[in-house]
């Protein structure tokens, strides 16, 4: 049974930094590319960033580039978003999601969450300006 486990939200003031996890199981993580999503009160999910099955390649949305990061550790089987500068337009449940496809992980096939064959129950990120 496969599952991701998110942690690392909370209540943050806005310029704060949150360093989300996801912990996975029940599945061969270093053959995953991971992707993090996003999704505010009365939204779409929408994407926030990707990162190849190695680790190697990221792909972020404009809207988060240069303030979060991504990376993963896949000797623990766990991939984390790094998010500084936060703002309140941040404000929202960030979940993780799995995918085997063997793309470029730039591909905008990363960028819609339906591809995605697993996801987090999702953690709240709440940042008050």
């Known amino acids: 049974q496969v599952q991701l486990v998110e942690s690392g939200g909370g209540l943050v003031q806005a310029g704060g930094s949150l360093r989300l996890s996801c912990a996975a199981s029940g599945l061969t993580f270093s053959s995953y590319a991971m992707g993090w999503f996003r999704q505010a009160p009365g939204k779409e999910r929408e994407f926030v960033a990707a990162?190849?099955?190695?680790?190697?390649?990221?792909y972020y949305a404009n809207s988060v580039k240069g303030r979060f990061t991504i990376s993963r550790d896949n000797a623990k089987n766990t991939v984390y978003l790094q998010m500084n500068s936060l703002k309140p337009e941040d404000t929202a449940v960030y979940y993780c999601a799995g995918d085997s496809a063997r793309i470029p992980i730039y591909s905008e096939y990363f960028r819609r969450s339906w591809n995605y064959n697993y996801w987090g129950q999702g953690t709240q990120v709440t940042v008050s300006s």
């Open positions: 990162i190849s099955w190695s680790g190697g390649s990221t």
